[in-house]
Every structure is written in C-alpha cells, then in structure tokens.
C-alpha cells in the first residue's frame, strides 16, 4: 500500500469529521431528529405537514455550502474515472442499497453508529465490506 503524502491532508480530515459529527449532534439535539439524507429527502418525496421546510433548508445547505466555499477560494479538480453508463448504474445501486439498508451511509455511519445502533453497526459494515469488495475486484480482476 502506498500513500500520497502530498495530498494526504490528516487535519482537514480531522476538522471535517468534527463539523460533520457537530452538526449531527446539534440537529439530533436541537430537532429530534437523525441527519441522514436519504430519508431527509425521502421525506419531502412524501411530504408531511409542517415538515418541508427544515428538510428544504437541510439540502439546500448541502448544496450550498459548496457552491460558497467556491466563491472563497477555488474548489479542488474532480477527476471521475468512470463513463457515464458506469456512475448511473452505480447511482441506481446506491440508491437500491439506500432502501434495502433503511438508511445511508450519514444516517447509519454518522448517526446511529454514534448511538450504538446495532442495526446501524451491521449496515455500516456490510457497505464497508462491499465497498473494500468493489474496489479490489474493480482493480485486480476488471483492469
């Protein structure tokens, strides 16, 4: 295993993580309610009385967050190596995965790992291992 020392950036990480845990931690606190995101924006595929606007500013956040941060400084380059047919399958087979597992990789990774969820530490390995699965089949048997 190799690593990138040049782009290996441990205190951003570290920084990130704690804003990512912070903000889960305040919403669940101040709102009862878990940060995932798929079933915040599940919820407004169905949506309640009453409860459009929280989960309408929540996504909204997340997109504009980055689209702030643009305006500060220049964002880091993308580089997808994938064809367009490639990353629609794997959106779909996420989008499944998301619906089989009762929630993503923020409601069950961030939220219910922090809670000790037993539901969320099995679902948190099973997309961990499928996703240690998918990249060394992707590399060693399909290059």
């Known amino acids: 295993m190799n690593i990138d020392w040049i782009h290996f ?51 909204l956040g997340l997109v504009g967050a980055p689209l702030a941060y643009a305006l500060a400084a220049a964002p880091p380059a993308a580089i997808v190596e994938a064809d367009g047919l490639t990353l629609v399958a794997a959106g779909l087979l996420v989008g499944v995965g998301t619906r089989y597992g009762a929630g993503c990789t923020s409601g069950h990774g961030v939220c219910g790992i922090s809670r000790l969820s037993p539901r969320s530490l099995v679902a948190t390995a099973a997309f961990m291992l499928a996703g240690f699965a998918t990249v060394f089949l992707a590399r060693h048997l399909f290059t």
């Open 9 to 59: 950036t441990p205190g951003s990480s570290l920084a990130g993580g704690l804003i990512i845990g912070a903000a889960a931690a305040g919403f669940v606190l101040l709102n009862g309610r878990i940060a995932g995101i798929s079933g915040i924006l599940g919820g407004l595929l169905r949506p309640a009385r009453g409860d459009i606007g929280w989960r309408l500013a929540f996504l």
